[in-house]
């Protein structure tokens, strides 16, 4: 080997080394927290790009998009986000869902704010890349003039508002009630005691139970159910030129933020009530080394080989006065159980 090629050799080895600014940003990724708010963040990001393209495509293109479409949009979105942050933060997408995990037990409270923030940057991130992307056929839409209402309003692309017919309290129980059933069918499908979703099909599961909310009961209120989904977008487009006529109209903005809470806490509690509670837990096989039911009989382990459990047993012949002798005990059986409560 010449001297050139051991020289470029090394300098080879020295450019794979990574620097200590790398391993430190390595060591920072690998924080949960951090995985977790990244996972939260890119998840919610493929979901609102795909679900606000489809919503774009239905306002702005007369032959393009469809209530339908934007409901496929939505629900392939999900299923997507579930498969891109599921094994590290859950893929929860939406606050309301967070909350209710944190206040049922299942995600500590600490890890609330964690995933919140998560989500709100990836859905106002996603709303900026959506604006521009379709922003030439935004302004020829609406003629260069961001509106809120009317023939060519176009902040309806971003956030949902209210239709005519609906008032502000009519379309609060609506909320509630959608993103109550939204919830109560998530623990359905994903617990484990009763009869979740196959292995490797939850994602699609989820996907296809958005788009059967949103075409059994989205015309009212356009089923916002997730605060994640509705406040930054609506918050992008009161910074990119449409104004706090955003937060205005209708004073309808913190509906979706409350009601979508409320409505996923109750639909949990529901179903933990009705469900969750009426579901018998099946018996375990202990297995420390000796453990003890009613009456202090003892439980030996399914592992113990049974001339041990003979050997030991026998040796108990006398009391330890050694007079009064002691009735031999039958061994035991190596597979018992004990119900857990």
Known sequence: MTQADKKKRSTCKAKMIPSPVVIRMQAI????????????????????????????????????????????????????????????????????????????????????????????????????????????????YSGGNLTVTGPVATANIFATYLPEYMTLWRGFLDEVFVTGILQLCLLAITDKRNNPALPGTQAVVIGILIVVIGVSLGMNTGYAINPSRDLPPRFFTFIAGWGTEVFRDKNWWWVPVVAPVLGAYLGGIIYVVFIGFTIPREPQILENPVEYEDHQTPVLPKTMPHHTVNASLASVSVSLDNRTPVQPVSPLSDNIQVQQF
């Open 29 to 140: 990724l690998q924080k949960e927290m951090v995985r977790e708010f990244l996972a939260e963040l890119m998840s919610t990001f493929v979901m609102m790009v795909f679900g606000l393209g489809s919503v774009a495509h239905m306002v702005l293109g007369e032959n393009f998009g469809s209530f339908l479409g934007v409901n496929l949009g939505f629900g392939f979105g999900v299923a997507i986000g579930v498969h891109v942050a599921g094994k590290v933060s859950g893929a929860h997408m939406n606050a309301a869902v967070t909350f209710t995990n944190c206040a049922l037990g299942h995600l500590s409270w600490k890890k609330f704010p964690v995933y919140v923030l998560g989500q709100f940057v990836g859905s106002f991130l996603a709303a900026a890349s959506i604006y521009g992307i379709f922003y030439a056929a935004i302004m020829n």
